[in-house]
C-alpha cells in the first residue's frame, strides 16, 4: 500500500490484560521521529496498552537495544521500533537500513517476539514527513503491527 492510499490504522481489540510495549525510539530526525511516535502512541492509548519508550543514538543501535531489553528485568508483551533513514551520498544508507532491518528481524524471530517495525527509509525527508503526519502515519501502523502480534501470540498461547 503506498502513502497515498493509506487510511488511518485502528486500534485492534487485544484480548486479555492490557499490553505492554516498549518504544524504541532513533530520534535523528527529531521532528519525523515525534510524528511517527505520536502516532504509535495515540493508537496504543486506544487499544488501552501501556508503554515505555527508551531512545538509542540511531537506526543501526535499535536491534542493539532490543536485545538488551531481552537481558534487562522489565517485561514487555511487544515492542516497536522508530527511526527515520534519509538517502545520501554514499551507500551508508544501504548498510545502515539493511543491516538495521536484519538486526530488528533475527531478534524478533530468534526470541519469538511481536515487533511492529516503523523505520523509515526514504529518498527525502519530504517522503518521512509525508509517512510520519496524522493521515498516513507509518508509527500508528507500526504499533497496530505489534499489538496484532501480540494478540496472535496470546491466542496460540504463546505469549
Not at 511487544?78 to 548498510?95: K, P, Q, S
Amino acid at each position: 500500500m503506498s502513502t497515498e492510499d493509506a487510511e488511518t490504522p485502528t486500534a485492534p481489540e487485544v484480548p486479555g490484560p492490557a499490553p505492554r510495549l516498549l518504544l524504541l525510539r532513533a530520534p535523528y530526525y527529531r521532528s519525523v521521529v515525534a510524528g511517527l511516535t505520536a502516532g504509535a502512541t495515540a493508537l496504543l492509548a486506544a487499544a488501552g496498552a501501556g508503554f515505555e519508550q527508551l531512545d538509542v543514538a540511531g537506526a543501526f543501535e535499535l536491534p542493539q537495544a532490543l536485545r538488551l531489553a531481552l537481558r534487562g528485568s522489565a517485561r514487555f508483551d511487544g515492542f516497536i521500533a522508530l527511526g527515520c533513514v534519509v538517502r545520501g551520498e554514499t551507500d551508508h544508507y544501504d548498510h545502515i537500513c539493511r543491516e538495521t532491518m536484519a538486526g530488528l528481524m533475527r531478534v524478533a524471530l530468534d526470541f519469538g517476539l511481536c515487533l511492529g517495525t516503523g523505520l523509515l527509509t526514504v529518498d527525502t525527508l519530504a517522503q518521512a514527513e509525508a509517512r510520519s503526519g496524522a493521515r498516513a502515519n507509518k508509527g500508528a501502523e507500526a504499533a497496530r503491527a505489534a499489538l496484532m502480534q501480540i494478540t496472535a501470540a496470546r491466542r496460540l498461547g504463546a505469549a
